[in-house]
């Protein structure tokens, strides 16, 4: 599949117009002060202000200039992220120039974002819904960068990449191309014999896939054939709102899903993130994802400075069994990468390259000292027969060192608790061959398996124990297993159930259910309407851990336990697919 940038009609005309056309001065400022207003779109519309006939963006005194292509009835309209779009009233163009004031004010705060949902993903409608005022805002960027690569506003420089990627993601080998002062940015694509090493020479231009450009998204087409939900920002883009969309109807033919990210302080546009589902059978072995950013300049203009499109790299291999017929399957053998990075000519130059990998777990290392805020010093004072015992407890589900834990000999004889940096020392009478136990409700309820270490250190020696809770996607993995597409970890459910005094509950009973719009199924996404539900008891603690939840469940809990009255809420499943939740019960 190709997909085709759909040039929007703003950029039909070239600066020059025939002859007869007539011009509107336009100067845009801001409402309240009059301060002029830097970077704002200003197109010229038709009568009906349906249809842009050109534009230009405001300088730095607020000015631009637009020509009309004959007379006749016009209307003005200025964009500008931030601000309330202004459109003027119908101007009537003849011989002489036409001058033209805007006053633009501050936009009002988007509407509050609901939590991410299967279920809503509607069809856009005007303002005034979750997903209709982060559109308004979204529209004035991605129209504003269609507008400057398709009338190549800003020369680029640009350094493009293609990279074989392993099945870890690191890099087996790369190509590198640098291009100056070009008008717009490359449609760089994977075609099929990039991918399939059995169609190498036979692909064609159907077979090439794109990252998606402000044109595509913003075409009618597109708007019309996709379903859009907001949600809040996760992982890197915490602290964003998103504009999520998902296919409207199931189709064979590949289709795009994505977010557009925004943030919200200043209602700017910050990246696209987007999926391709439908695709071949034999690329649904692994997902199809990419990432194109945007950037606002100074002088209004909206550019591209990195994307990238990564898909799987497939073979066919032939596996023969004696006595059998010889069976040919689809392997993933890796990756395949490109994309690049754009900068306005004669700037310095932005690495394409990925980021340093983090460790599994997001934790620092342990392997000497521990090295946090609170950590012992070097030559903490003891006698010459204590032993002393040193480490650091780590939650990378937080990102932050865990307090509070308390770290002791089996018999509870010895005993500490760490730091606010996570750190402790435990001095022992003698030597020390026992078992150290840490002791947390966090480490109990993600069946952390170092909470229990048996050391041996002689009398008078240092040693170490540490504690590492995994990140939430390796808990995930260890504690649930992947789901029933392959495809990702289950999602995970855990909190403890308490009474009014906070005592715990044990053989509580807590179930949740939950409608299910879509499924993956073979790597494409089938239309449904299940109901799930999963349940377990409390543990003697009060903990309880559920696996099975899909992606943006929306979820009712239940929890009932005889003698307590029964507790119902309606929760939202988080993007990291990690719920956390406490339950308390009074008695009946």
């Not at 490109?338 to 700037?347: D, E, K, N, S």
Request: charged share 20%; net charge positive; glycine share 10%.
């Amino acid at each position: 599949m190709q997909l085709r940038s759909i040039v929007l009609a703003a950029t039909i005309l070239a600066a020059g117009a025939r002859a007869g056309a007539q011009d509107v001065r336009v100067e845009v400022v801001e409402a309240a002060t009059g301060k002029p207003i830097v970077g704002a779109n200003v197109a010229l519309l038709d009568s009906a202000a349906v249809t842009p006939l050109g534009g230009g963006f405001s300088d730095q005194k607020g000015r631009t200039d637009l020509r009309a292509p004959a007379r006749g009835p016009y209307r003005v309209r200025a964009d500008k992220v931030g601000y309330d779009t202004w459109t003027s009233v119908q101007l009537h163009l003849g011989d002489k120039a036409v001058y033209v004031r805007v006053g633009m004010a501050p936009t009002r705060t988007p509407a509050p974002i609901m939590p991410r949902s299967e279920t809503a993903c509607q069809e856009l409608t005007g303002p005034g819904t979750p997903a209709g005022d982060l559109w308004v805002e979204l529209k004035k960027a991605l129209t504003a960068n269609a507008m400057t690569e398709a009338q190549g506003l800003v020369p680029l420089d640009v350094d493009l990449y293609e990279r074989v990627l392993d099945r870890n993601l690191s890099i087996v080998s790369e190509r590198a191309e640098q291009r100056t002062r070009i008008t717009r940015r490359p449609a760089t694509g994977i075609s099929w014999d990039q991918l399939d090493s059995a169609r190498r020479g036979v692909a064609s231009n159907n077979d090439v896939y794109r990252a998606p450009d402000a044109a595509t998204i913003l075409s009618d087409q597109f708007v019309k054939s996709h379903c859009y939900a907001a949600i809040r920002g996760y992982g890197p883009e915490s602290g964003l709102t998103g504009l999520e969309f998902k296919p409207a109807r199931i189709a064979g033919q590949p289709e795009l899903t994505g977010v557009l990210w925004l943030d919200p302080k200043g209602n700017a546009l910050r990246s696209l993130s987007f999926d391709y589902v439908n695709l071949p059978v034999p690329l649904r072995i692994a997902r199809t994802t990419g990432r194109v950013e945007f950037q606002q300049l100074a002088g209004g203009q909206w550019i591209v400075p990195r994307w990238y499109i990564r898909m799987p790299r497939i073979t066919r291999v032939n596996s023969t069994n004696a006595g059998a017929p010889t069976i040919s399957s689809d392997t993933l053998i890796g990756y395949q990468e490109v994309g690049g990075a754009a900068r306005p000519a004669g700037t310095a130059a932005v690495s394409t390259g990925d980021a340093a990998a983090p460790s599994p777990s997001g934790a620092p290392a342990v392997a000497g000292a521990p090295a946090a805020a609170g950590a012992p010093a070097a030559d903490s004072p003891r006698g010459a027969n204590q032993s002393l015992l040193t480490g650091i407890v780590y939650d990378s589900t937080t990102g932050r060192p865990l307090r509070g834990v308390q770290v002791s000999t089996s018999g509870g004889r010895f005993k500490t608790l760490t730091s606010s940096g996570g750190s402790y020392e435990l001095l022992i009478d003698g030597a020390l061959n026992d078992t150290i136990v840490f002791e947390h409700p966090r480490l109990r309820l993600f069946q952390i398996a170092e909470r229990v270490q048996t050391i041996s250190m002689p009398a008078g020696a240092r040693g170490q124990a540490s504690v590492i809770i995994p990140s939430f996607v390796s808990l995930r993995k260890s504690i649930c297993g992947q789901n029933e597409t392959r495809t990702e970890a289950q999602g995970f459910m855990a909190g403890y159930v308490r009474d009014a005094a906070g005592k715990p509950i044990p053989r509580a009973h807590v179930w949740a259910t939950w409608q299910v719009l879509w499924v993956e199924q073979n790597g494409r996404l089938v239309s449904t309407n299940q109901q799930r539900t999963v349940e377990t008891d409390s543990n003697s603690d009060g903990s309880y851990t559920m696996c099975g939840f899909t992606r943006s469940a929306q979820i009712t809990v239940k929890v009932d336990m005889a003698g307590k009255s029964p507790v119902q809420e309606k929760l939202a499943f988080p993007a990291n697919m990690v719920l956390e939740h406490d339950f308390q019960l009074g008695a009946r």
